[in-house]
């Protein structure tokens, strides 16, 4: 497994990621199956598993995404929020650290039919991304910026800010079975700690 690298000026030394059981045991018996998204896509769910990151602004990106996903649910549960580095930072190019937090969106046993499929769904986390960033990013524009910052945000690489990202890792069925998306499999470390959070509080249940 390669080296991750932490990104010198972490945004949060606060809440680091637990460690976590890694072995397969532990971290799949979590879920019931592994399927997907075309198998996935003709089942209706009652409960989606979603994971939410940001590496700008964390506290009140992920603030939004929550408030927003919440308005979609009959009820909604969230993990502790934690702070990771990039999986993706080298020595060469280090990136900020994330904050990251997993959500349980409970839909509700009789309301089946009026609960978003999983599609429309993962339509709808990515309407709210845009929605968050476009909100930041014409934000930032309204401020003055000084020569310093305009030439610091001109050499920052493109790639280290991440407004809010979204992702459904699994769902809920009638038949209390939780199907992890074979599309994002296998899972992040951190996507396991949150989902671990939440199975061992019995949110998932």
């Not at 000026?9 to 890694?22: G, M, T, Y």
């Not at 069925?173 to 499999?185: C, H, V, W």
Request: charged share 25%; aromatic share 6%; hydrophobic share 35%.
């Amino acid at each position: 497994m390669s080296r991750i690298v932490p990104y010198k000026n972490s945004i949060s030394e606060k809440s680091k990621a637990a460690p976590a059981d890694d072995s397969d045991a532990s971290l799949v018996k979590v879920l019931s199956a592994i399927e997907p998204l075309a198998q996935i896509c003709q089942t209706q769910p009652i409960g989606y598993v979603v994971e939410l990151g940001s590496n700008e602004a964390a506290d009140k990106h992920l603030a939004q995404a929550r408030q927003c996903l919440s308005q979609l649910a009959k009820n909604s549960v969230w993990s502790t929020e934690f702070v990771n580095p990039d999986y993706t930072a080298t020595e060469d190019n280090p990136k900020p650290d994330y904050t990251n937090q997993c959500g349980y969106l409970i839909m509700g046993v009789h309301t089946a039919l009026d609960n978003p499929s999983l599609g429309e769904l993962i339509k709808t986390t990515k309407i709210i991304e845009k929605q968050i960033q476009n909100e930041f990013f014409e934000a930032q524009k309204l401020s003055q910026l000084d020569v310093h910052s305009v030439i610091h945000n001109m050499s920052e690489p493109k790639n280290r800010r991440v407004i809010i990202d979204i992702d459904v890792l699994a769902i809920k069925t009638a038949d209390n079975e939780l199907i992890g998306i074979a599309e994002r499999y296998p899972f992040k470390h951190h996507e396991w700690v949150g989902l671990q959070e939440l199975h061992q509080k019995g949110h998932l249940e």
